[in-house]
């Protein structure tokens, strides 16, 4: 079935303490990404890679640090997480840039 | 800066029809998409235009005038399913960086 599959769906944590999001998708897509959703902002895109080792960052990127050494893979990180981070988070992938975007399910991510 | 503007909340009754605007300021602008998200899920596609005029998917059509900045969404013979958020979404590409920028959602109600 294709998917994208993210993990933990669910976390909370305390501030700075480094923390990972992992995304990973099985249909061999280009573009991935990863957005946090806050009420009443919508969705804000994080980072986003094109490919395998060539990423950019999106409209909010302070604080967060991503890689994408394979191509199915594209791991969220926080290095020191703080408060204004707790939100829910989304992975998305696409063929291409111009094609559309497959959702995962959200992590949920709560930082005390 | 990237801004899409589209109504916050929306009203209507089973088998009625319904138009949720986007207008949108970007630059680089490469298409308009939509994409549906039911409390707790995770928001699928649903149309895209990068040309002016009508697409239209079953009860969804989507529209673009691009020298308007403005598309809207059209959904026809409502049914309670569709009581869902609307995020209209812009992809933007410009020197050299390939994103995507969503509005703050609207909230649509389907009424019996």
């Known amino acids: ?112 | 800066g990237q801004s899409l503007e589209q109504p916050s909340e929306v009203t209507a009754v089973e088998g009625a029809i319904v138009q949720i605007n986007c207008t949108y300021q970007t630059s680089g602008f490469y298409g308009l998409s939509w994409y549906q998200q039911h409390d707790g899920g995770a928001p699928t596609f649903l149309s895209y235009n990068a040309l002016d005029g009508l697409e239209e998917t079953g009860r969804f059509s989507s529209f673009l005038s691009r020298s308007d900045s403005y598309g809207y969404l059209l959904l026809q013979e409502l049914q309670m399913k569709d009581s869902a958020s609307y995020f209209c979404a812009v992809r933007a590409a410009t020197s050299g960086t390939y994103k995507y920028i969503f509005g703050t959602g609207t909230r649509l109600k389907v009424l019996a």
Not at chain 1, 15 to 26: A, E, H, Y
Not at chain 1, 35 to 49: E, T
């Open chain 1, 1 to 112: 079935e294709a998917q994208v599959t993210q993990n933990p769906r669910y976390l909370i944590t305390v501030t700075g303490k480094k923390l990972t999001v992992t995304c990973s998708q099985n249909m061999n897509h280009e573009y991935m990404s990863w957005y946090r959703q806050d009420p009443g902002l919508g969705l804000r895109q994080i980072y986003y890679s094109m490919n395998v080792e060539v990423t950019d960052k999106g409209d909010v990127p302070e604080g967060y640090k991503v890689s994408r050494k394979e191509k199915r893979n594209f791991p969220l990180i926080l290095e020191s997480p703080s408060p204004n981070q707790t939100s829910l988070y989304f992975c998305a992938s696409s063929l291409k840039f111009n094609q559309p975007q497959h959702f995962g399910d959200g992590t949920r991510l709560s930082i005390l």
